[in-house]
């Protein structure tokens, strides 16, 4: 129940995007169409399943007090390690992904390299390591949860957006609030409407 | 001065600024601005890290490989956010909490990356280091401009210190009321918004087609 509690929470009261901004410049950039949108939203879903847990194991076995050596307090250290972490699980995916199917490679291609500098992957480790120190998250198979559902609250926000965009074409917008301005004002009203989720406990 | 190296660090704060023309940074930029303190803190840290990372980059730019150079930058970066942080938790504790781990964000604030790819690379030491701190005042000036219209409404102070008078509020016998939407995350990025429109329309040659 609380592992289900969670991920719904993940999903829509901790919304990465309208609750907490993260990955907001690829978020503000990419979602002109659904279909990239898509694209970028898998990508990132599946990084973000993948990293939470390879830094939670690390935060547990190593970068925790007394973790490594007895009376060592590597904490100081987890910035470099989860961008490392990040940025060569990044390279990874992109070279095993352009093995073996080259047509996911084509659609995602652009995109991989950009999610090792996207926010929402660092933001969720760094939550994911606050959660362990506030004891949200207890064992390895929560912080799975946690980075399956924070990817997919990610994934939400920017297919949403994303069509709300391509429908924003045919509409008459003021000049100088064309483009960014616009979209700023969209996301601001769908994080008021995600607030009406704030307060939901299964 | 040259006035190239002014316009280094001139450029960034209106015409070119990172925030609300190249759409830079923008995670950070809404998160710290409830109050007008860790904003000004953290405009300082992303000024301290950009303009470093500029200067290190473009001092190591002809002896790094291209293949390899991301790693180097999240390498050299992450080294200086460490040191920002460790500073910030030494000085400023109650701040440094606030700001809680939208510290270690500065590491992937596309700010700090996009400074070193697009300008550090190519230029020499000196004026790599002003475009890091003009980048950082530009981002800086905005986070202000935010927290200054958040904290104002939303609570009815300025740095903490008390500007709407006691005695208007409704509890008090008066007519005003603090505006409590201020203090959630939406009403950021609306304000932002509202930035961008107001700066377009003085700035024509910014708008879209």
Redo the contacts between chains.
Sequence with gaps: METLNLFISSIFIDNMV????????SY??VSKSVKTALGLGLAVTFVQTMTVPLNYLLNEYVLAPNALVEGVDLS?????I???VI?AFVQLVEMVVEKFSPTLYNQLGIFL?LI????A???GS??MQ?MVGAGEINNFGQSVVYGLGSGIGWWIAIVMMAAIRERCTYSNI????????????I??????AF?IFSGIQL | MASKSLKNLTGPLSGNNPV?VQ?????????VTVQLKPAIVMGLSVMVVTAFANLVMSLLRNGVPSRIR??VQ??VI??L??LV??VLKAFVYDVSKQL??YV??I????IV?GRVEAFALQNKPWDSFLDGIGNGLGYGSILVIIAFFRELLGSGTLLGFRIIPESWYIAEGGFYSNCG?ML???????I???I??????FNKDL???
Excluded: Y
Excluded at chain 1, 116 to 119: D, E, P, R, T
Excluded at chain 2, 107 to 110: G, W
Excluded at chain 2, 196 to 201: F, P
């Design positions: 309208f609750a907490f901004f993260f990955g907001m410049c503000i950039a100081f250290l987890s910035f470099i989860f961008i490392a940025a390299p090792a500098v996207n926010c992957i660092m933001g760094l939550f606050q003021p000049a100088p609030l064309k483009g960014p301005g616009i979209a700023f004002i996301t601001g009203l769908l994080g008021i607030m | 609300i759409i830079l940074g923008i995670c950070s930029a809404l998160a991301i790693i999240l390498v992450a080294s956010v460490i942080d460790q809680s781990v270690g964000l590491i992937t604030n596309c990356m939407l959630f995350p939406p009403m950021a990025l609306i932002v918004g509202c961008i429109w107001a700066h377009r329309s708008q879209e087609k």
